[in-house]
C-alpha cells in the first residue's frame, strides 16, 4: 500500500446516498479510506449491509476499506471481509470471543486488524497487547447511529492510549468515530487520534473533497 500519511481521513459511508453509491465514492476520491460501517441489529439497534454491498463498493471505491463491524460474533464472520479485499477490517472487544486470535487470523488473510471499544470499555486491558493490532478505534459516540453528538468525555482515554503506545514503541494506528467535524477534530488530534471517521462533515458537504482538506488541515494543526 506504500507509505500512509501520519493523518487520515477516512469518510463514512452511512452518510452516503446508498442508490448513488459509486457517484459519492468518486466525490471522496482524495479521502484515505472509505469508513464501512457494518451492523446487524444485535450488537447495535440499527441494520446496515452485509459482505454483498461492501464486496460491491471494495470494487467501486476509488479508496482503500476501512470495515468497522459492530456485530456479534465477528470471530466467525470478520475474516470474510478480509477476504474479499477490505483494507481494513476493524472489530469490536466487547463482541469478540478470542480478539488475539482474530487480529491474527485477519493479518494472515491480509487486512490490517483493528479493534474497536465502545464508550463504556476501559482501555487498559489492550496495552499489553498493542502489537497485535494494527488500529484502535475509540468510540467517541455509542455506536449504531450516524449523526450523533461527538463525547468529548472519551479524550483522557484516548489521550492515556496515546501515551501508552508512545511509551511502548507502537505503531498501532488511533482512531475516532462518532460526530467528528471541523469544530471536533482538534480536540481528538490532541489526545493523540491520527485516524478521523467523519461522516455527515464530508457527505453534508456541498464540495466533499473541500471539506476533507478542511479537516485535514485543521487535525494537522493540532496534532503532537
Do not use: C
Not at 467528528?180 to 464540495?207: H, L, N
Amino acid at each position: 500500500m506504500g507509505l500512509m500519511p501520519d493523518l487520515r481521513i477516512n469518510p463514512s459511508i452511512l452518510s452516503a446516498d446508498f442508490v448513488n453509491m459509486q457517484a459519492d465514492l468518486e466525490r471522496i476520491a482524495s479521502a484515505d479510506f472509505v469508513h464501512a460501517d457494518v451492523m446487524d441489529n444485535h450488537f447495535v439497534p440499527n441494520l446496515t449491509f452485509g459482505p454483498q454491498m461492501v464486496e460491491r463498493i471494495q470494487q467501486t471505491s476509488p479508496v482503500p476499506l476501512d470495515v468497522h463491524l459492530m456485530i456479534t460474533d465477528p470471530d466467525r464472520w470478520a475474516p470474510g471481509y478480509a477476504e474479499i479485499g477490505a483494507a481494513s477490517v476493524t472489530f469490536h472487544l466487547e463482541a469478540a470471543t478470542a480478539p488475539i486470535t482474530l487480529a491474527r487470523r485477519l493479518r494472515q488473510l491480509g487486512a490490517r486488524a483493528g479493534v474497536a471499544v465502545k464508550p463504556a470499555t476501559p482501555v487498559e486491558g489492550l496495552y499489553d497487547v498493542l502489537d497485535e493490532f494494527d488500529q484502535i478505534l475509540v468510540m467517541t459516540v455509542e455506536p449504531g447511529f450516524g449523526g450523533q453528538s461527538f463525547m468529548a468525555d472519551q479524550m483522557p482515554k484516548l489521550a492515556r492510549l496515546h501515551d501508552e503506545a508512545r511509551r511502548r514503541g507502537s505503531q498501532v494506528w488511533l482512531q475516532v468515530d462518532g460526530g467528528i467535524s471541523e469544530s471536533t477534530i482538534a480536540q481528538a488530534a490532541e489526545a493523540g487520534a491520527d485516524t478521523f471517521v467523519a461522516g455527515s462533515a464530508v457527505f453534508g458537504a456541498d464540495d466533499p473533497g473541500q471539506a476533507i482538506e478542511a479537516l485535514r488541515r485543521e487535525a494537522s494543526a493540532h496534532q503532537h
